[in-house]
Structures are given as C-alpha cells and as structure tokens.
C-alpha cells in the first residue's frame, strides 16, 4: 500500500462558542465537531466542499476563502481562538508494496502567506495503514460433551 492524501480539516479551539463561525460556513463544510471535548471547552472541525480534493493547497486555499469572507463579528471569535488550525491528514504506506513510493505534498508560499495573515498554524496527521489480514482467522468450536443417559 503506498501513501496516501487524505483530507485537510480546519480545527478551531476557544474558550468561547464557534456556533456563528459554523452559521457563517453553512452548508460549504461538513462539520466533524462543534462543541465541548474533556479537554477543549469548544472544538470546531470542519472538511470544506470546495478546491480539489487531491491537493492540500487547493483545500487550504478554499478554507482560506471563507475564512476572509466571514463578517467582523465571526473574525472577532476567529482571532479569538486559542488554536487555528489546518491540519493536512495522511495515510503512511507499508513496505509489502513491490516498491515503495514517497507521497510529495506541497504548499505554495502565497498560501502559506495566507495561512499566516490568519494567525493559523499547518498541522501534518500520518495516520497508520489500516491492514486487512489476507488469511481468515479461524476460531476452534468447542463441542459439548453428550449427557449419558442411565
């Protein structure tokens, strides 16, 4: 299996409600998270339906977009925010394929540029391969003794 792009999420930590952020997004994300976590009073994670979905610059770059265009209320809480950030998911590869391949992903420094005009931070997840064993197990039935009968 070789290594694989996954997705880029939006993650936004506050103290306080990322509700109007959401609202302000509406239905050009597909909301993962939005509320309290054990250790984040309010969580926003978010996948956006625009760029291509092959191409973390093109995704952060959607992101990006919206997040310029939110109103100076919804900028209020973005800046606000103790954490905002992308964080670009990837799949690692595992070395039973033939030969193994690097997965080469970049950012442009004009989006770079964006990202840092938000005060956002970019974030790399290397998810393990799930492995799918290509033998069944087997598990061994016990059979109940028979009663005897008198």
Same mark, same amino acid.
């Given at each position: ?14 103290? &306080? ?9 509406? $239905? ?25 979905? &092959? $191409?973390? $610059? ?93």
């Amino acid at each position: 299996m070789l290594p694989e792009f996954l997705n880029v999420d939006l993650e936004l930590e506050s103290n &306080q409600s990322l509700e109007l952020i959401a609202k302000e997004f509406g $239905d050009k994300v597909h909301i993962l998270h939005n509320g309290p976590l054990p250790d984040v009073p309010n969580l926003l994670a978010v996948e956006v339906y625009a760029g291509d979905d &092959q $191409d973390p $610059d093109s995704i952060i770059n959607a992101f990006c977009d919206l997040i310029e265009d939110l109103s100076p209320k919804a900028k209020a809480v973005w800046k606000k925010a103790a954490a905002r950030r992308f964080d670009i998911g990837i799949e690692s590869g595992t070395s039973e394929s033939k030969r193994y391949k690097a997965l080469c992903l970049s950012l442009s420094p004009a989006t770079l540029k964006r990202v840092t005009a938000l005060s956002a931070e970019v974030l790399i997840t290397v998810y393990a391969p799930e492995i799918v064993s290509a033998k069944p197990v087997k598990t061994p039935i016990k059979k109940k003794a028979k009663a005897k009968k008198k």
